[in-house]
């Protein structure tokens, strides 16, 4: 009996055995490999490239505008002295434009013993139609570098309100009365940041696209599309200096302010053809802002109040500035008499004539917007803005003694007309927008624009003449406001 426990036993110490070394023999799983890392230090969606400590974060959306009786942008049916814009009410005019863009940016970040380096960069391809970028348009808004607090490269303007590019409405660039640089601006800024939500920037941005308007020159020959169309030969100079821009901003829960300054440099060209003829001296302008945005109002949760006002001298564009343009002008039907009724408004730094110095324009504007969310789906707004430009009496003295003196040849006043090239832009409008889920938003908006120019009379182009589009000469035009409705129909993705 004990010889057969033996065995037994045996027996199964080496089948244990061969069950052991058969074990031992198997592959092992291998632990699963992490291809992606999350990177939580800066907020949702952000990733480590493998290999390097650098978080990176991919974002973008497509867009698809259909525009009403406006240009590409939801730019109002101004005609900015465009062949073929809107503003002529003419038969090619269009009545509708469309786009569809497509927007991509990538943000990394990397902590070092200087702080976060972070690097950013967006850019927009895009198909079009009407005046303006057609297919194949490609743009960068933003590319900067952040380090050690400073901003090196495209990025927004430091006079810029945080909600100034978009703040209730569609297409924040044609809602004038203040800065817009939803594209950014070439610049190098220091911010510096003092803890509970005050912080300051100073900086310098390159001038030459965003914030220089027209100089004029009130001694050149001026011509009927001077007086449709507003356009003049800009005598800005060369660019010699950056604009010089700061900033302080509170931010708080319920509420942001911030209040912005910047100095502009005036440079004109040379009174005439060659050096010989002289040139005024530089002046130098510069514009202030103040705004305040109120978040958690009591309306309720998500609803935001945003009012901001703005003056310039000799720095226009702060007022008007971005994609507008430097022209406003539209044409409408006529009446007792006139062939069409017009507005042509002009913006300029300044003006100067032969031998004399350059006289500052100066300006100031309003903008208020109301966001409201009905549901969390749902919000609407309302939004309005006014703008006022002053040529100053040396500056009208010497446009109206250029039209004067020169337009009687390629036209007639009515007796009893008086040009003034002062004016005024008003606005007003709303926007309901719709997400259905997140990331998808279906809005619209109609806005109302009103030229409010400050001449009177009736100007006639002489014969055989087309002033501007498929306007003739030989008819009456009268000086009158002219008012605009403009609309955008959009829909974008986010991710």
Sequence with gaps: MSKIKSLILGSAAVIAASAGAQAADLPVKAKAVQYVKICSLYGAGFYYIPGTDTCIKLGGYVQADWNINAGNYGKPAWDEGGFRANGTGSRDSDYFTTRARVQLNIDTRTATEYGVVRTYWSSNFEHSTGFGPSSGNLTMDYGFVQFA????????SGFQTPWGAYGANNNTSFLLGGYDNATGINQIAYTWQFGNGVSAQVGIEDNRVIN??????????????NLFTGVYTNQYGGNVSPDFVGNIRIDQAAFTAQLSGAVHNV?????GATEQTGHPQDEWGFAISGGIQLKNLPTGPGDKLSLDATYADGATKYLISGVTGNNFDHFSGGNNGFYNSFAALALADGVFTNGSSISKTNGWGFRGAYVHNWTPNWESSVFGSYTQINYGSAGKAALVAQAAAVLPAVGVFAPGSVYNPNFAIWQVGTRTAWTPVKNLTFSGEVMYTNL???SSGSFTPAAGTNPVGFKPGGVAYNFADQGIWSGNLRVRRTW
């Design 212 to 225: 220089r308007g027209q100089l004029i020159n009130a001694s050149l020959a001026a011509t009927n599309a």
């Design 267 to 271: 440079h004109a060209g040379y009174y």
């Design 149 to 156: 607090g400073f901003t090196l490269g495209k990025a927004v």
């Design 452 to 454: 409010d120019q400050a």
